[in-house]
């Protein structure tokens, strides 16, 4: 069945890397994403990988994609109180977005 | 950038009355929109799929009669709550997809629904 898991909570301080993961179970999915949602709003797409990719790296962002586990991450660097907020992994199954529970990611100054 | 835009933002009502939620494609025309339902920190559940002119695709355990869904035109789409009643209460939100990148998903910010 179609089940995207992510850890709940990471606590990180202002200026470490934090490290969000997310194992999906389709393993045709032509595409896998990390959303983020700050409070009452709605999803900014971050960034995604295309699956024959096994990195991907943007600005302060860098998405590692193992497929042989099923395994997705998001490492932000420089981690900024800005950062604070829910971030979502999502999978392409059947045209259709299957989002992981998301991960509240609270940065302490 | 592409932009969706959802009206209203938040929206109370009374246990019995409709709801009607708008999501509008601003510069891209929407071949398909999703909506989406979200409870309090809990992830997106897909309500919902429609195609422009067609009828809506629903997901399982989603109650047809109860959420309306029109896709009249190629930038916008609507979600009616019929009857609503307080567990209906939930953040609502719709994506669009189109003629910009087959595969992407671009996010309205949601409309908040309070049923008394």
């Known amino acids: 069945g179609e089940d995207v898991e992510q850890s709940l909570f990471l606590s990180v301080r202002e200026g470490d890397s934090s490290v969000i993961n997310c194992t999906y179970t389709?393993?045709?999915?032509?595409?896998l994403y990390w959303y983020k949602q700050e409070p009452g709003a709605g999803l900014q797409l971050l960034t995604y990988?295309?699956?024959?990719?096994d990195m991907k790296q943007d600005q302060r962002l860098t998405v590692l994609l193992n497929k042989k586990d099923k395994h997705l991450s998001l490492r932000i660097a420089d981690t900024q109180t800005g950062d604070s907020a829910i971030y979502f992994c999502?999978?392409?199954?059947?045209?259709?977005?299957?989002f992981g529970s998301g991960t509240r990611l609270l940065v302490r100054p | 950038g592409a932009v969706v835009s959802q009206h209203p933002s938040r929206v109370i009502c009374k246990s019995g009355t409709s709801v009607k939620i708008e999501c509008r494609s601003l510069d891209f025309q929407a071949t398909t929109m999703f909506w989406y339902r979200q409870f309090p920190k809990q992830s997106l559940m897909l309500m919902a799929t429609s195609n422009e002119g067609s009828k809506a695709t629903y997901e399982q355990g989603v109650e047809k009669d109860k959420f309306l869904i029109n896709h009249a035109s190629l930038t916008l789409s609507t979600l009616t709550v019929t009857s609503a009643h307080p567990e209906d209460s939930s953040f609502y939100i719709c994506?669009?997809?189109?003629?910009?990148?087959?595969?992407?998903?671009?996010f309205g910010p949601g409309t908040r629904l309070t049923v008394l």
């Open positions: 990988i295309f699956s024959n990719m």
């Open positions: 999502a999978e392409d199954s059947s045209y259709k977005l299957i």
């Open positions: 389709d393993s045709s999915s032509t595409y």
């Open positions: 994506s669009a997809r189109g003629t910009i990148t087959y595969n992407e998903q671009f």
